[in-house]
């Protein structure tokens, strides 16, 4: 491999640059390719994400690349989710039972130009902005760009080169559309979208709300949310179906449908947003979607990564954190020395994708847990019981939500795996009153800790992994 | 819908041909176009699925268009599974434990010259050969054609257009790279390829082996099958990797390689085929994949059906049978006197689509099974006990492939969930020993039975679909 140390990377958004800082720091010749103008000299357009959630995954990656420091100082911590029922009254579910386990909100510009203003410390790594990528050619490993001002296209050359160009990824579609290799490929859109609005800081530029949370008003069809920001404001979500329902995006088409909506269903929240109406009907409505392919690389010419390999709805707050440990786990298969690039690519697929296509799955389940079973009384229950598991048998529990979110060293199929079996178990048990949330913890922590491997154990039978 | 008689189908084969003749018989004006030539008058390509299995759910669509006896005289019933082991050794395992129920090899030529000489009898109904589609616009409701021989362009319009072309679609690759609504879709390839070889007749015009079986060598990694043909032949089909394990369609390159890998582990069908490196190396190798999904239709003006909206995997002997059973509930959906072709389309994809779904999990499910799982100890446990229970209590008891194969009153996703459960139970309640097969056999139904229910309420409860 030693022969191939140009890298070209398309996109240089929250995975691109981290992978240009990373292969930086390895010492290769990296040149980013972005559609966009450079987001630290120019507005980036509001509506799309503004804030994210970090999590354990990510930081490691941060750490990874030493900047783990910088990017505390853009956090927000938010303990748990505060949930929000249809009268206003608010009750706060932490996340863990374990004080130092929690997610953080983050602005998705500030930490972008965070890692491109690290990556262009090395002088081996170069940004390129307003080059739109066209198509790819894979076997010949060059890239067909546009330049977003004079629209003249050029063709660029590498060694190897990445895309980490998005859920709409161009190198993906031309592995779609090339058909020169079996290509699977999946894209799910759900039958809802998203709708950024704001809540804006108090006139002394306070929180309008409590600031240390991830704010839920679940409605079992639709849901709205909230992320705190550093300036006093709020990002707020609203998740709503396309056409089904009595209130919905196709038919919310005048400001008073809209505050009628909102007065039904998130009055506590209309009250804090007399900007509704203005950020309603200015921002987009944008799809939800899961994309899964298979494979993420041509030979050793070419790889997918990020959200161009494996995009998923953002309910487990985890699309940002799945990224940066692609970074993470593909930085370890580098450093087992493979002899050339096809190896690694091979061997990363392999190590990663169960994981990837596992946090999809997490992703969907977790849209309903947030909508609906939040709301429930055994879904309480069990939360409930999780949480003083965590806190009185730390080193004995982990629910799934801090398997997925805390354990940054187990992947996201174990996580999966085991969390699913665990709720399961718990589930039944509260179901079939096996278990008493007023017996001794210690006893029900044996129950749960038994039933689950019992349900391991059926699947696994029952799919023949073992006999 | 009385204003909207005009029916464009693409695609020939046998959905387009029953659907043509379901139509045609309901006095629709019907345009079927088929990029092939008539088949009824040229030598159909050898190589690709030259025999099927039909079984319940096809002839409920054939006695639905009246030709139930016409068809049986095609088929050749197939009672079980032959399993041949390495050494050559032989033994059936039936598909059912009832008599009456058995799948049936048949002709994909002999049924679709059928299906069209049937349909033909309408004079409202016409096939147009030769022509290929190039693509639909489904806002317009017309369909771009080009003439085989002519090279001709032309389009044609219609009230309605039902694409039945294939798991290859142009109608649904339209719809996908229209980009006009947001299209749910996914192609997931096996790393499996399939190559059609065969046994020729006896000298006299007999079979080579046992008739009235599908025979398997199943290799847990691989597997050859064998399918009668009423001249006395039978259409074998190998399944093996592109890629991987020692043996491989990528390495398979020499006479002598071929016969090698088969002299080792299919040496009984190896006597019987001295045509073997002629077909080998004649028939192309073909992937194997499976294709989803949604929406099926665009507004009141397109469908897609059969393989073009939900191609399988071959392994449950379903492809076909589910193509079928698409117009059997699509006909239904007729009955029901719908105010117009969109809400026609819509109501009939909501009552089909998660069947469809289903079995294509299934067909994987069955790719495993007939690969390996048949020849586990605790696999053949399982299958005698529930010969024996469908032998002795017909009426309470039917295995998982039984209510896919032979229930044609339930849905695939019915038959599905209730299979897996039952499957679940027995083959755990054989690993812990609770299950005897020495025991009475009434006492092990309703063991099975109960756990069974057991296993579906649990899985209601996680998936909170009770509570």
């Not at 100082?73 to 929690?102: K, T, W």
């Not at 929240?269 to 921002?283: G, K, Q, W, Y």
């Not at 210690?442 to 800790?449: F, M, Q, S, W």
């Amino acid at each position: 491999m030693k022969d191939k140390q140009n890298i070209l990377i398309i996109g240089a958004g929250l995975c691109g640059s981290l992978l240009a800082l990373r292969l930086g720091q390895r010492g290769y010749n990296v040149n980013v390719y972005e559609m966009r103008p450079d987001l630290r000299t120019v507005e980036i357009s509001a509506g799309r994400s503004i804030n994210l959630a970090l999590s354990d995954r990510g930081f490691k990656a941060m750490k990874l690349v030493g900047i783990e420091d910088k990017v505390r100082e853009l956090c927000i911590p938010m303990n748990g989710r505060m949930l929000h029922d249809v009268e206003g009254n608010m009750v706060m579910a932490p996340y863990s039972g374990r004080d130092h386990e929690y997610i953080n909100s983050i602005s998705r510009g500030l930490l972008n130009a965070l890692l491109m203003d690290e990556a262009e410390k090395h002088e081996n790594v170069k940004f390129h902005f307003n080059k739109k990528c066209k198509s790819v050619d894979f076997e010949k490993t060059t890239a067909l760009f546009e330049d977003h001002n004079s629209k003249d296209e050029f063709v660029e050359d590498a060694d190897i080169i990445i895309a980490t160009d998005g859920a709409g990824s161009v190198m993906r579609q031309s592995y779609f559309l090339g058909k020169k290799f079996l290509f699977s490929f999946s894209q799910d859109w759900l039958s809802h979208g998203y709708k950024e609005l704001s809540f804006h800081p108090t006139e002394n530029g306070d929180y309008k709300t409590y600031k240390n949370a991830l704010h839920i008003w679940g409605r079992d069809s639709f849901m709205l949310i909230a992320l705190p920001n550093l300036d006093g404001s709020f990002t707020v979500t609203l998740f709503l179906s396309y056409e089904d329902g009595e209130y919905n995006f196709g038919n919310l088409t005048t400001p008073e449908k809209v505050i009628e909506f909102f007065q039904k269903y998130f009055k506590d929240a209309l009250e804090l947003m007399p900007n509704l109406v203005d950020d309603f009907f200015t921002n987009p409505t944008s799809p939800l979607g899961t994309v899964k392919c298979s494979p993420w690389h041509y030979k050793g010419n070419t790889l997918l990564m990020g959200d161009a390999a494996h995009a998923v709805v953002p309910f487990y707050g985890q699309g940002m954190n799945a990224s940066f440990e692609d970074v993470t786990i593909f930085d370890k298969v580098l450093d087992e020395d493979h002899d050339d690039w096809e190896t690694v690519f091979k061997v990363y697929e392999q190590n990663r994708k169960q994981d990837t296509d596992a946090i999809a799955d997490l992703s969907m389940d977790n849209f309903h847990e947030m909508k609906g079973h939040v709301n429930k009384a055994i879904f309480r229950e069990k939360r409930n019981l999780e949480m003083a598991l965590e806190k009185n048998f730390p080193n004995d529990y982990s629910s799934k939500y801090s398997l997925v979110t805390f354990q940054e060293n187990i992947g996201y199929r174990e996580a999966m795996l085991r969390g699913r079996a665990q709720d399961k178990a718990i589930l039944n048990m509260l179901a079939d009153k096996i278990i008493d949330l007023n017996d001794d913890l210690k006893t029900n922590l044996e129950k749960v800790k038994t039933v689950t491997e019992e349900i391991l154990e059926d699947d696994m039978v029952a799919k023949n992994l073992k006999h």
